[in-house]
């Protein structure tokens, strides 16, 4: 447990940080949008593609790894859409309540596992984004599409145009590519790894700015549900199934780290771009936020020492 704290305890402080700019007003609020917007479409791109183009695929248990991940992401959305009637609301209310119970935050991931297992977690969780990224968009903009404001335009072509202008998924895709053709070329690998390493500190900063505290403080039924369904059930689904599924020690953490991990912050920007509830998102992310100071390294300590 105590290897567990010292490995998160620097991202939750890079997060409480970005809380404090904020309200110091370090920036504008334009400032902040500004960054949020080169990070989501740029640097973070870059840095999955160059943690998934480096990343040694032999070397990494896929099969339990993606059965943890991947299963468990399937297995918590079958569950969110079981208990939406339980979650009331709205419909756009029921979209953020999926977002929040199977998006994971990828920067507070990455570096979760480059603190606690090194360049081997950093390659382990790169791999298994790659596969994740895309199944987490196809259940969430599908329920957008579906019961968004304006929902029920579930036609194929607007699906599939939401999920190939996703940079995340771009990012993964090309790193796959870079991967199978053998990685990056010398000359060009300096520019991408500098791009690449400015990601993770920005995007905890704007973690911690774009805590929304009145949001959190009105949380209802579909924000505690939801929470509860990602901060908890979801690490356990998962850690479970890569068990089951023979997964090593390393595999076994980096999916019980990638369950347990809090909301996107994206959720809000896609709630806003295609009709979701945007109070109802903001209130879940910042609540999730909150509450993972306690248990990513509550249901970690417990699941990893069984």
Known sequence: ?????????????????????????????????????????????VLLLTSVGKAEIGRVELLPLLCGMLGGVASVAVLTLACRKLIGGSGPTFTSAMQGAIRFNTYVTLAGAAGLWGPAGTATIALGIAFAVPLVNIFCIATLLKWGEGGGHFGPKTFVLQLVRNPLIVGCVAGLIVNLAGGFPTLIKPFFDILAAASLPLGLLSVGASLDWESARRAGRPVLISSALKLLAFPCIAHGIARLMGADPLTLGIVTLFGSMPTATAAVVLARQMGGDVKAMAAITTFQTLAAFVTVPLMLGLLLSL
């Open 1 to 45: 447990m105590i290897a567990i704290l010292a490995a998160l305890i620097p991202i939750f402080l890079l997060i409480l940080a970005g809380y404090g700019l904020k309200r110091l007003r370090f920036l504008p609020e334009q400032g902040w949008q500004s960054l949020d917007r080169l990070n989501y479409f740029v640097l973070f791109p």
